[in-house]
């Protein structure tokens, strides 16, 4: 019995032992520290001011240029091109079309038509506008890509009211305004303004905005001779407010696309989105001379006796 209870001691005492030891675990070895992610000492900030050039001899564009073909003059002091390219450089687009009671019949028709077969020409990338106006506006999309969205507001338009021009391509340019990138106003109107209260001077600031203006001219109701009067101008304010907008157009950069009849209207929205296709892009370094806001005027020349047409200059940032 004595003889059990020992054995039993022992064996309970060597129990206790194995459950008192202690487990040491060795610390993995030390590992470098990690390398310093390097930090640059100078961040440098680089403006561009970008040109959009369509190029053309006789009217018909020109392909194949180089960055040695074209000289970039601002304010008269040659210019070096940093960056250079062409084709299908993304835009923003507002597309204005006038449906007052004037373009009643084929004329919105072939508008509506036009401004439907341009916006399914729009690239992926691109985001387009349509603001539909008569002496107020009618319809105005969202910036958007989804041609369904920009293409909703195209059936069932009636023809009506008159035509307030001025307030509506204001609007198009300050919608414009803040967008960066290539931005591009098309107007497609038949007759005079009569309805805005601003003048086109206030509304067509498309020099501060960097907007590109094409302007189609269906017909012959932008005569500057007209004689008509209005509950805001006289015949010879409205024949200046003509002569401004044309000059606004040139300005930009774009140009006037003269219609004889609504039948051209679909083929000159196609040739129009064809050549901004074609556009070429350069871009120079700003002058810093005058301080902000000072205007430089802007020309470019082209080699070979073709026309470079950009916008007549910037304002310095």
């Known amino acids: 019995m004595k003889r059990l209870l020992a054995f039993l001691f022992l064996a309970l005492a060597a129990a206790a032992a194995r459950s008192a030891e202690v487990r040491i675990v060795q610390p993995p070895p030390d590992r470098p520290p990690a390398a310093p992610i390097p930090q640059p000492d100078v961040t440098i900030e680089v403006t561009l001011q970008q040109l959009f050039l369509t190029v053309d001899h006789h009217g018909r564009p020109v392909p194949g240029l180089t960055r040695d073909d074209f000289t970039v003059y601002d304010d008269d002091a040659p210019q070096p091109i940093v960056t250079f390219g062409r084709g299908d450089v993304p835009f923003s687009t507002v597309l204005l079309v006038d449906t007052s009671a004037s373009m009643a019949g084929p004329s919105l028709e072939k508008a509506l038509e036009g401004a439907r077969a341009f916006f399914s020409g729009l690239a992926p990338l691109d985001q387009g506008k349509l603001i539909l106006f008569s002496d107020h506006v009618r319809l105005e999309t969202p910036f958007t890509s989804v041609k369904s969205v920009l293409t909703l507001g195209l059936s069932g ?141 802007v020309r470019v020349e082209a080699k070979g006796g073709v026309r470079a047409r950009t916008q007549s200059g910037y304002f310095e940032p």
């Open 157 to 297: 338009v009636p023809a009506e009211g008159g035509t307030a021009l001025n307030d509506a391509l204001y609007l198009a340019v300050k919608r414009l305004e803040p967008l960066r990138g290539r931005k591009i106003a098309v107007l497609l109107s038949d007759g005079v303004d009569i309805e805005s209260v601003l003048s086109i001077s206030e509304a067509s600031a498309l020099s501060r905005g960097q907007v590109t203006l094409y302007w189609l001219r269906l017909g012959k109701g932008f005569d500057s001779r007209i004689s008509m009067s209005s509950a805001w101008r006289d015949g010879p304010e409205h024949a200046r407010e003509i002569e401004q907008l044309t000059a606004a157009v040139a300005e930009s950069g774009g140009r006037i696309l003269d219609l004889s009849s609504a039948e051209e209207i679909p083929a000159t929205f196609s040739a129009l989105l064809k050549e901004l296709r074609d556009q070429y892009v350069l871009g120079i370094t700003p002058r810093q001379t005058s301080g902000k806001g000072a205007w430089h005027e």
